[in-house]
């Protein structure tokens, strides 16, 4: 079984993607920077004291070392994630690693030039992705999604033509983030601090199952139960107790879909006091109760892989071809930085008539149905 999930690597040209299901809750913390595009659903990202929710087709960059996590908003959300390693952008900006930032597109810039140009260049590197697979198959199916370097199964103009999908997608990150990024005064990120914040972080997600309380991280830090709660919302924009509901909910979505255990036992099992409390957060979270999210994603019914928490999306995926295919189709040839204002409302406009359009069919599909049913009887 082949995934969405490649790499490319020659001298400093280096870039990796991967495709995946956010059914799950999961605290990331990288050098590279991170372009993630909701490919269908809505996903909300925690980032550096704040969090975003996108929609599908929009679009969010991430910094490095900028400490994020994401929840699904719907049951079968599905995003494309893009890595640009550090190496990759010092070449240009030597000072790169030294600026935060966090760009997003939303309902009034998703379809402007940039962010058309950036879904654009990452549905064709996924497509490039699958040519290469196509033509070295794996010698066994296997559940396992390894990462697979894009370079062996390349010809030489579509090496070519994969290094300048990276340079496009390197040139748009520039485009957008130089405007709004900050650049600390001159010092370097606080490591000491993100390393300690990582043991709090991977304290929790061993123990969460359990009774964990404020006092425990603290103790690993070194600090008063007050400035352990302000440091860890100021890293990640959420309370600690947030935290722990969330890797709660994470395993329980896992567990729903992939097991057969009653949802009573589920909640126990993962970390909940009673059946009632987790219906409540589920609800709150997933906008669904868990019966009807364990109902839905198993009428999707899509070949995935689970790792590391990230389930991947198998590469023959009909559905995502189909959005990577709409992607390339209406992706602009060229990019700049001037935004179409008319553009970006006709392109949303299309979308609204889109979706009115299909209700009205289903309206008159129910009418028709009706009047079958009165000449019938």
């Not at 490095?64 to 893009?82: R, S």
Request: aromatic share 10%; charged share 25%; with cysteine.
């Amino acid at each position: 079984m082949r995934y969405f999930n490649y790499v490319y690597t020659h001298n400093h040209i280096q870039m990796n993607g991967y495709i995946y299901r956010i059914s799950t809750y999961h605290y990331n913390w990288h050098p590279e920077v991170e372009v993630l595009i909701v490919l269908q659903g809505s996903v909300e990202v925690c980032h550096d004291g704040d969090y975003t929710v996108l929609e599908a087709d929009d679009c969010i960059i991430l910094s490095p070392q900028c400490g994020h996590a994401t929840l699904a908003m719907t049951p079968d959300t599905i995003a494309l994630v893009l890595h640009l390693p550090p190496e990759m952008m010092t070449a240009y900006d030597a000072d790169f690693m030294q600026y935060t930032f966090c760009v997003y597109s939303d309902k009034n810039s998703r379809y402007t030039r940039p962010f058309e140009a950036m879904r654009r260049w990452g549905a064709e590197f996924m497509r490039l992705g699958v040519t290469a697979a196509a033509r070295h198959p794996d010698r066994q199916e296997s559940r396992t999604p390894k990462q697979r370097e894009l370079r062996t199964g390349l010809s030489p103009m579509e090496a070519i033509t994969a290094e300048g999908l990276i340079m496009h997608v390197a040139r748009t990150v520039m485009e957008l983030v130089m405007p709004v990024r900050i650049r600390p005064d001159g010092h370097a990120p606080a490591v000491a601090r993100e390393a300690t914040f990582e043991k709090m972080i991977a304290y929790i997600d061993a123990n969460y199952t359990s009774r964990i309380e404020l006092k425990d991280i603290a103790a690993i830090g070194g600090y008063t139960e007050g400035y352990a709660s302000q440091f860890f919302k100021r890293q990640l924009g959420i309370s600690f107790m947030e935290y722990v509901m969330r890797m709660r909910l994470r395993a329980a979505a896992v567990a729903l879909v992939n097991s057969e255990e009653r949802i009573v036992t589920i909640a126990g099992e993962c970390g909940f006091t009673d059946v009632k409390a987790f219906n409540t957060m589920f609800r709150k979270h997933f906008r669904t109760t868990p019966s009807a999210y364990r109902r839905t994603a198993r009428r999707i019914a899509r070949q995935t892989a689970l790792q590391d928490w990230k389930e991947y999306i198998a590469a023959d995926d009909a559905s995502v071809h189909q959005v990577l295919e709409q992607y390339i189709r209406t992706g602009l040839t060229g990019y700049g930085t001037v935004k179409d204002k008319n553009y970006s409302h006709d392109r949303q406009r299309c979308k609204e008539l889109e979706a009115s359009l299909a209700d009205t069919k289903a309206t008159l599909q129910q009418l028709w149905q009706r009047l079958e049913d009165i000449s019938k009887k």
